[in-house]
């Protein structure tokens, strides 16, 4: 017996949720759920996790990644490390549909943003300036992803330059990478 | 991130992902979101898959891809996303994140690991108002 339509969605974003149902109990397509329900979390920026205003790199900024899977055409679209456009699923949808490429990323991502009609606008916040403002200046950038590299990344923070790993730092590093402690995941930081 | 997967009234599966990445990241990195198969995967004649977490590890194992095939191969949604999360703890036993797996008729399922308890959303015709279902890792 067929259970459809129906959606999932990670997290407890349900919001995101009830949007892509009500497209799908209307008759609307599992791509439009998709991207409609997607949006509904970059506008809410949901647990700081998507959308504007969330998740700083180490100089601030936010940039945002989405991907949108035909499952009928196996078509792909996708962006990556998109600046200052708000909509990430939407671009992605627009490569999907608007390109014969799957994947675009950085700055010519935002570029063919623009050419299909987006907007381009700061994705910083108040919020997100304050948390990094406290990471890089009250905790010392920490914790970071760099490893193997000086100043030792796990008090200072950069600029850093690589580390020679095989002369006389070789030790200074023991743990593989396997074996570092990983940043912790939780609700409200991960991928 | 958000990560969905919807089979519609016609039986086309879709699937995807957004977010703003890790916090901190080194400038230009990306994590498993966007990546096809990684971050989500859809194939009409199977169904669908979303993976959440720890993207600089999950990219490397194409956790969606991965759960998709143990579908089509005939593993529940439960079973398939396990599958999935074991071939990552296998190499990295401190990883932490989440599959939710759904086939082209409907049935679904989800697996987590390195986070107590891993929430998804439903909403299908059986349901009145979307429902929370919540997994122990």
């Known amino acids: 017996d067929s259970n459809i339509p129906i959606v999932i969605t990670t997290w407890n974003f349900e919001n995101s949720t009830i949007k892509a149902w009500d497209i799908l109990s209307e008759g609307g397509s599992s791509l439009d759920a998709i991207e409609k329900g997607a949006t509904v979390c970059e506008v809410q920026q949901c647990d700081g996790t998507v959308g504007f205003g969330g998740s700083p790199d180490e100089d601030g900024e936010t940039t945002l990644d989405a991907l949108i899977m035909d499952g009928r055409t196996m078509n792909v679209g996708a962006v990556g490390a998109l600046r200052r456009v708000k909509s990430a699923i939407s671009v992605a949808r627009h490569v999907l549909e608007h390109t014969k490429h799957s994947f675009l990323v950085g700055d010519q991502a935002t570029q063919f943003a623009l050419q299909m009609g987006f907007k381009e606008e700061t994705l910083v916040t108040p919020d997100s300036k304050k948390l990094w403002m406290k990471w890089h200046n009250e905790d010392h950038c920490q914790p970071n992803f760099w490893m193997n590299v000086q100043p030792n990344p796990n008090e200072y923070c950069g600029p850093y330059r690589k580390l020679d790993t095989h002369g006389k730092h070789k030790n200074f590093y023991k743990k593989s990478e396997r074996e570092q402690k990983r940043i912790v995941v939780d609700e409200f930081n991960h991928d | ?137």
């Open chain 2, 1 to 137: 991130t958000i990560g969905l997967v919807a089979v519609d009234k016609n039986g086309d599966v879709a699937a995807g992902t957004s977010t703003n990445g890790a916090k901190f990241k080194i400038p230009g990195r990306i994590g498993d979101s966007p990546i096809p198969g990684s971050g989500a995967y859809a194939d009409n004649t199977v169904g669908g898959a979303a993976a959440t977490g720890d993207g600089d590890v999950m990219l490397r194992f194409l956790p969606s891809f991965l759960a998709v095939e143990e579908m089509r191969r005939g593993a529940s949604p439960n079973k398939a996303a396990r599958t999935a999360i074991q071939r990552i703890v296998s190499h990295y036993p401190s990883f932490s994140g989440a599959v939710i797996a759904l086939t082209k008729d409907g049935e679904y399922g989800a697996a987590c690991h390195g986070i107590q308890t891993f929430p998804y959303v439903v909403q299908d015709n059986t349901r009145e108002t979307s429902e929370v279902i919540s997994i122990n890792c």
